[in-house]
Every structure is written in C-alpha cells, then in structure tokens.
C-alpha cells in the first residue's frame, strides 16, 4: 500500500524558533526522498532532496533514517517567510517496476511575528 | 532560471465538456508527469509520460483522460467528458531523470459546473 504520513498541523512558532517536521512511509523499498514546500494555492517547490547521510542546505536540514521508514526536517531560526505547507514526497514502487512520486497530505507552518 | 509554464491558469467548464490543459515543461528535460490536487486534500499523480509515451497511470486516469505530445514543446491533458468531481488543480511537472527532483508548473485551476 502506498502511503506517506506527515502530522499536519499547524505548527505555530514564533520568529526565531526551531521547528521540526516527521515523515513516515510504507515502502520499505522507495528510492529516494524529498521535502517540497507549498504555498496557499501554488505549486509545490522543491525545497531540497534527501539524503542516508543527511544534507542541510542554509537553514534547513533534512535526515532520513530508512531502517525505520521516516524523513525529517528541520528548519533553524524560522523566518515569517517560511510560512507554508511542507509536503514530504516519496519515491515509492508503483508495482510492474516503476516508482511513483507519492505525497504526503503535508504540514503546516505558521511563524509568528 | 528554466520553468515549467501551464496554461490556462484557471478554466472553467460545463459538466460533460471536454477540456485540454496544456503545459510547456523545462526544455532538457525528458519525463513528464501530471498531478492533481482536489483543495484540501493532497497531491495525486495522475499521469507519467517519457518518450511519446504513457509510463504510468493511476487509477485516476481513466478512459476519460488522455496526454498527448503534439510538438517538441507541448505536453498535454485531456479530458474527455469533465465530470463535477474533476475539479481541481491540476498540475504538471518535468524531470531530467525518471522520479528524481521534478519541478512543477503553477498550474491550472479546472471548475466544472
């Protein structure tokens, strides 16, 4: 079954905090990962792509720990701007020997003045 | 910076009529995917396309859908006979390689009435 579990929120933080996003996901045998941030009513934007060994890009770092299926991101001293929904996207096996981009519902940030 | 382009940004349609979604995606790049996300609710793949051809579908994509790559340029959606549950937006994205960092179009919003 093809699944992508995020908390969805909201999360409210103030300017400045650290906030941390989970991802889980079914298939053990999914590719790769990434996290997308979607604003209200836009497109999802590639935020950055997700690595065994872990990547931090800025203020952004993103984990993954496949042995138990879950992705995380983590965002320092958060910016009004970064206010949006962050979608953890899974490459997951569709069946016949194809992969499949398989979102999660998203999570919701708020940061507050 | 190259982007995937989608037109119309917003269609609006009665029940029954057909509707084409058109997308121009980035340039290089030989995979291209349709999505759609009903509002609230998350992003659902639809459609994969590589090589003037259809690599996947979701159950979504029934009889009523088809895509179609009419020049070098121009990836299309088709619906055949829009139903009330059709409306959405609709996204479409590309990849330089199958299933890896795609990049999304704005979209279009499709309300059928």
Redesign the interface.
């Known amino acids: 079954r093809k699944e992508v579990e995020q908390d969805p929120g909201p999360f409210n933080v103030p300017e400045g905090a650290t906030v941390a996003f989970n991802c889980t996901y079914s298939n053990s045998a999914s590719q790769s990962f990434f996290w997308y941030r979607q604003d209200c009513r836009k497109e999802p934007k590639l935020l950055m792509s997700v690595y065994s060994s872990g990547n931090e890009d800025g203020r952004f770092t993103a984990q993954l720990n496949r042995a138990s299926q879950y992705i995380s991101l983590l965002i320092r001293d958060s910016k009004l701007s970064d206010s949006a929904t962050y979608l953890c996207v899974v490459n997951m096996p569709s069946g016949a020997g194809s992969y499949q981009l398989t979102f999660g519902k998203g999570t919701k940030l708020s940061v507050i003045p | 910076e190259p982007e995937v382009t989608q037109t119309p940004s917003h269609q609006v349609t009665q029940m029954g009529q057909e509707v084409i979604l058109r997308c121009v995606p980035i340039s290089n790049h030989l995979y291209f ?1 349709w ?1 759609r996300q009903i509002l609230g ?5 639809l459609v ?1 396309f590589y090589n003037n051809e259809i ?2 579908k ?1 159950e979504i994509f029934d009889d009523q859908f088809s895509v179609e790559r009419p020049d070098g340029s121009n990836f299309t959606l088709k619906i055949r006979s829009t139903k009330l549950e059709d409306s959405a ?1 609709y ?1 479409c994205a590309s990849s330089a390689v ?10 279009t ?1 499709l309300t059928v009435v």
Not at chain 2, 41 to 45: H, I, P, R
Not at chain 2, 98 to 107: D, S
């Open positions: 995917y999505y609710q998350k992003v659902e793949f994969s690599s996947e979701s937006m996204f199958m299933n890896t960092e795609a990049f999304f179009g704005q979209g919003r």
